[in-house]
């Protein structure tokens, strides 16, 4: 369905390469969720921020 607002983009999608990193943080004690973003391909990198609810940071880049 395509409007004004909302054009079909189907003809041009996978033309226009998007890059993003996700960054997440977490707190020491959530184990579990450090857990899960090493499962899942994030690695842990230096601190981006100086959050007090973050002792860890984790970044994944498009694969």
Not at 29 to 55: F, H, N, Q
Request: charged share 25%; hydrophobic share 35%.
């Amino acid at each position: 369905m395509t409007s004004p607002d909302h054009p079909d983009r189907s003809s041009t999608a996978g033309t226009h390469p998007v890059a993003a990193i996700v960054l997440l943080g977490a707190r020491k004690d959530l184990v579990e969720a450090r857990a899960l973003c090493a499962r899942l391909g994030y690695r842990e990198i230096e601190a981006y921020t100086e959050s007090p609810y973050a002792d860890h940071w984790f970044e994944k880049k498009p694969t």
